[in-house]
């Protein structure tokens, strides 16, 4: 599942919108984000073989007609009843072995008693008619009085334990089952659901019937039906149907955006050794999901949002590729092999996380591969949260198992070990894990073992301090070189503080010391608090690298002359090496040699990565050079991606009239989309003279998607100019496009904090169907400060309709408002920000508070494009 990379706002590329809007909203919450309801893995009475399910949809009451019969085997003698997971369903008949059978419901279970206990190896077949309006699980997504134009959509996500609110089911991951899904829909709708479409037949009374057929055993949360009015592209892969649905009307967006899907299956297959699993790959785009992505057998959701528009897309150097790759690298990880429990879905997750670097190093290169992962450690690293648990962990009762740690430590620690066992090795242990385990459950011991076994290394004190123990190493690094001994003493502490999981790492590392002569490479090996290893140098060194191109998740303190960094930024041959120096140089304030450097590092990095992370640089360090060498690097061709970052780091530079002048310039005529919305952004925490006129007039302008326009309402929050209430009111207001709507709301949010109808406005918002105004009404009112908000928060916790993200998102607002209440600091302003990436830089003479509202501004700028229209509640339709 794509919530994936929350905290990873890496500029490299595009995240999908989920992400981004996500990310925004949890900067401030210190709840993670997913809630799985059992940690481990339940004892079983009987195996779950296959599901026939059946399905109608009543649009007018939103109400789903179901019939399905499991077909199960006893795996206990004595076994008295059978229980299956059911919430809010309404059970009309059960049949076992097609005679009539009493049944009794609670709040999450249907407990079916049997006539007699049955023996292990017993076979039953039950069969249940049911109905139910789902709380979660099934979304009905339908045109209504402020969106009538939008397509009809129904469609389920079921993990990590929603599907029995559509369907009474076995509700966990450690079962595998085959499924037929038939559904009965208006005739002018398409279907999808896992595995193969067997047949269309005629219903009667203009509807159709679909009938898929999944003969590859798979987990329960991993079912999905979708339905409603598509377009569709059909491609294939070696034989196999490719298909992608856009919701009608925007299939000219799927080509561009999903178009190198077959690419990344022929990839996959490859690196693995063992070919794409499943009878087709479907790739739905829904509108209003509650994730960016969940990887369904053979059949992944995805957002709408990340169908960019088709003027967009070349913006943006990966595209959806990250969100692409990632649902599809679960169609082995995640779905053939599958976690058994939700304590080790790192397993799931992880892996994805890292197919989407395998996909980028290979279609993209390594720059940009490097470049991403060296965003993605430091992004870690400040995630504080995160330190103390190790990835694989069950004690995730007032936390969450789906955090950065599954994901993007999962994902570093991959690399690592691909990096130690050797590529060939690696990927061989991959292939007989995958051949090992198909369909089966699994633990991390299972990785491990099959690892070994077709290596022959043992990787117990890998796995035991990556992922049963928690943390990473840091270091502290010094050396001193004598001339006469030809002798380089290199001495490494580890400076992370041992206690809990976190101890002491085993760590090799590749330091290379470039003389005169040129450069030398050795291998060390760290393993105590303090060592100093002695190397040979024939010269004088001019560069001293430990842990060469970063291929080890650490933090770093090397002390090091300027004219080191110097010399690094300009001959490191490694895109993390020279970032590296770019970050240390910038620490060197009023420092004219060091702002030159970036300067040229600006110009000529042959890394976009670099360039950007030097323009970020300069913009922090703020003064007269920096701003110079901005609005000169304006005057290159460079592309969308790192001109919008340049835009972006003008943003720092206050009471500079040229700075002013160029981005006046820059948001009315740059032929990058995103640069222009980068300069509105910028106008607004500049609080530029006319910015509110040159705002106004971008609100009204067309765009694709409405780039300019969202970009000029979340600028008229930083701008703080009150006369923007009225606007940012009518852009609120349902009927609007909902990424202008959440735009407007989280400005509205910063503006009279002393005026409690705007309060209870954004309230109102917390009432509604659409996931990401709810989830910008929910950030808003906790970044508002106005605690009469915190009743209407209470009163949405209760509600039983909340999505998977929203519970700990409403506990962290409603915590920090009662903080701000009782005059304490809140978590936002007494800790770092979680998902500040390299170019969300703050004048360090505001308050904390102002700060992170402005690194959120930057960052919404960053991804306001990617949120396209969602829509709102259902509407009367006439029951089939």
Known sequence: MTREHLHMTSHARSRPAFFALTALLMIFAAAPQLFADEPYARSRDYDLQHSKIALRFNLEQKKVLGEVTHSLSILRDGTAKIVFDSAGLTVQKVTVNKAAAKFETTAGKLIIPLASEAKAGDKFEITIRYEAKPTKGMYFILPDKDYPNRPSQIWTQGESEDTHYYLPTYDYPNDRLTTETILTVPASWITVSNGKLISVTDAGKGLKTWYWKESVPTSTYLITVVAGEF???????????VTYYAPKGRGDRLSINYGRTPAMMELFSKKFGVDYPWEKYSQVMVDDFVAGGMENSSATTNTSTSLVHPKLAPEYLTGEDDLISHELGHQWFGDLVTCKDWGDVWLNEGFATFLEAVWTEAHFGKDQVDYERWNNAREWFESASLWNK??????????????????????????????????????????????????????????????????????????????????????????????????????????????????????????????????????????????????????????????????????????KEKKEWLYQLKNASDVSDRADAVVALGKMRNDDEAVAALGDALHNDK????????????????????????????????????????????????????????????????????????????????????????????????????????????????????????????WSAPGKPIDSRTAAINSLGRLQKDNQDITKQIADYLSESHFSVRMAAIYTLGSRGDATAVPALEALLKSDDLSIEMVPMIKG?????????????????????????????????????????????????????RLKSMEKRLPPAKPY
């Open 607 to 730: 890394a976009w990565g670099v360039r950007a992370t030097a323009a970020d640089t300069l913009g922090q360090m703020g003064g007269a050079s920096a701003s110079k060498l901005l609005l000169a690097a304006l005057d290159s061709k460079d592309a969308p991606w790192v001109r919008s970052r340049i835009v972006s780091a003008l943003g720092n530079f206050k009471e500079d009239v040229a700075v002013v002048a160029r981005l006046n310039s820059v948001a009315k005529e740059d032929s990058s989309y995103r640069a222009r919305a980068a300069a509105l952004q910028a106008l607004g925490r500049l609080k530029a003279p006319a910015a509110f006129t040159t705002l106004e007039a971008a609100i009204t302008a067309d765009s694709p998607d409405g780039i300019l326009r969202n970009a000029a309402l979340r600028s008229l929050g930083p701008l703080g100019d009150d006369k923007a209430v009225p606007l940012l009111l009518q």
């Open 231 to 241: 377009d569709e592209v059909k491609e294939t892969w070696r034989g196999i149907p």
């Open 390 to 559: 190790p990835i694989v962990r069950h004690d995730f009762d007032d936390s969450s198992e789906f955090d950065d740690n599954a994901y993007a430590k999962g994902g570093w620690v991959l690399y690592m070990l691909r990096h130690q066992l050797g590529e060939d090795a690696f990927y061989r242990g991959l292939k007989h894990y995958l051949e090992a385990n198909r369909g089966k459950n699994v633990v991390t011991a299972d990785l491990a073992k099959a690892i070994e076994e077709a290596t022959h290394a043992n990787v117990d004190q890998f796995f035991s301090q990556w992922l049963y123990g928690a943390g990473a190493p840091k270091f502290d690094l010094s050396y001193t070189y004598d001339a006469e001994k030809h002798q380089l003493m290199l001495t490494v502490k580890q400076t992370q503080k041992v206690e809990g999981r976190v101890g002491l790492f085993h760590v090799p590392v590749d330091v290379e010391i470039t003389t005169a002569s040129g450069p030398k490479l050795y291998n060390v090996t760290v393993s105590k608090d303090k060592q100093t290893f002695s190397l040979t140098a024939d010269s004088a060194p001019l560069m001293v690298l430990f842990d060469k191109g970063s291929h080890v998740l650490k933090s770093a303190d090397f002390r």
């Open 813 to 865: 607002q409603i915590s920090r408002l009662k903080k701000t209440a009782e005059g304490k600091p809140s978590a936002s302003s007494s800790s770092h920000d979680a998902d500040e990436g390299p170019d969300e830089h703050a004048d360090s003479e505001k308050p904390a508070t102002e700060q992170r509202l402005e690194k959120l501004e930057r960052l919404l700028q960053e991804m306001s494009d």
